[in-house]
């Protein structure tokens, strides 16, 4: 499936948003999977990445980015960079990409990678995305593509006030929803949540639970 068709393919799927839609038109996917995934890159399925972590389904992608509702300004913090396809979606869509990734080895490929396909409006990070980035805080998005047991009290803390957060939450191997998390305009007002899908995700990582070969450096 070219990128074209998957836009063609995600917009039968329920996927409105034209700019998401166009953007993921412009991406090919091909280029931010290992050499031995791409022949699976056609199907709307996860593909591993290495170090046990993947790369989202095209459909998951373009649902979770359509879900922030960006116009254009936005200042958008990512957790988890993993490949940098999702990365790269967001960049097209959005003034700046702040990303945080834990796993070095993963951080410095795509680092790499968006750096190659002229993406410079992503600021990268390696470091425990629970943490998010609070000197660059406050943002008017946020979108964690791996699933803490709850939501991290740090990220919506950074998150602005009207401000969208989409994030998968539950336990590995059990439930998942994936939510939409609106922080209040007004302070001491309690945050909208809405539940958009049952989703799967890998766990999101803390530095302490990471083996030394792959800790932060």
């Not at 948003?17 to 699976?40: C, H, I, K, Y």
């Not at 960049?91 to 795509?110: D, G, K, Q, W």
């Not at 750096?115 to 600021?123: A, I, P, Q, S, Y």
């Amino acid at each position: 499936m070219g990128d074209q068709a998957r836009a063609d393919f995600l917009s039968q799927e329920g996927i409105h948003d034209e700019r998401v839609l166009e953007g993921v038109a412009r991406l090919t996917r091909a280029d931010f999977v290992p050499e031995a995934a791409r022949g699976e890159v056609a199907a709307d399925v996860p593909l591993p990445i290495g170090h046990g972590q993947t790369i989202s389904q095209p459909f998951v992608v373009a649902l979770m980015t359509q879900a922030l509702q960006l116009q254009g300004h936005e200042r958008v913090l990512e957790i988890g960079t993993g490949s940098g396809y999702q990365t790269a979606l967001l960049a097209l869509l959005c003034r700046e990409v702040f990303s945080v990734e834990i796993i070095p080895e993963l951080a410095r490929s795509a680092r790499e990678r968006l750096k190659r396909l002229g993406f410079d409006n992503v600021f990268l990070r390696q470091g425990d995305g629970g943490e998010g980035w609070p000197e660059q805080a406050p943002f008017d998005a946020i979108l964690v593509t791996a699933a803490p047991n709850e939501v991290p009290t740090a990220l919506l803390s950074q998150l602005q006030g009207g401000g969208r957060m989409v994030v998968p939450v539950g336990p590995t191997g059990g439930t998942q929803e994936l939510l939409r998390i609106r922080r209040a305009r007004e302070p001491g007002m309690l945050p909208q949540v809405e539940s958009l899908l049952p989703v799967r995700f890998v766990p999101m990582t803390s530095a302490a639970a990471l083996p030394p070969s792959v800790g932060p450096r």
